[in-house]
């Protein structure tokens, strides 16, 4: 699938790495998703919410599973945590510029795993017409 059509036919993600920093991307990915109208889950254990949005601490406290799992850490983090993504087994697992490495891609498509990397999910956005 390409992220175009994952935009089209997803609708609800998971945000590894959320941050209530304005100045980090997954800030900016985080309410670029749901100003665009997406249902997005945002991950991280130092917060219990992000600007009056629920902040969950792993995937499995998620109220709902979602069909995107997308991972925003830097590398050796998206490394230390892919398997534990794996595991969770959604549908696909996006992961964005910045954040992936050779060795956890490889570690996806080893467990025949839908991964979408080094795309970004707001210029896709923006391509598609979806945000200015």
């Known amino acids: 699938m390409k992220a175009v059509q994952i935009l089209d036919q997803k609708k609800i993600y998971a945000l ?5 920093d304005m100045l980090k991307y997954s800030y900016e990915l985080l309410f670029t998703l749901l100003d665009a109208g997406y249902t997005v889950y945002p ?17 499995q406290t998620l109220p709902k ?9 830097a590398p ?3 490394e230390k945590i892919i398997e534990h993504v794996i595991a969770y087994d ?3 697992i996006w992961i964005p510029p910045g ?11 080893a467990a025949s795993k839908q991964v979408l990397y080094n795309v970004c999910p707001i210029g896709t956005l ?3 017409g979806k945000i200015k």
Request: proline residues 10%; charged residues 20%; negative net charge.
């Open 16 to 20: 590894i790495g959320a941050s209530n």
């Open 43 to 59: 991950i991280n254990p130092k917060y219990s919410e992000i600007e009056n949005h629920t902040c969950y601490p792993d995937l």
């Open 65 to 73: 599973k979602p069909e995107v799992v997308l991972v925003a850490l």
């Open 76 to 78: 050796p983090n998206t």
């Open 90 to 92: 959604p549908e696909v």
């Open 99 to 109: 954040s992936w490495s050779e060795a956890a891609v490889k570690t996806c498509e």
């Open 126 to 128: 923006r391509q598609m």
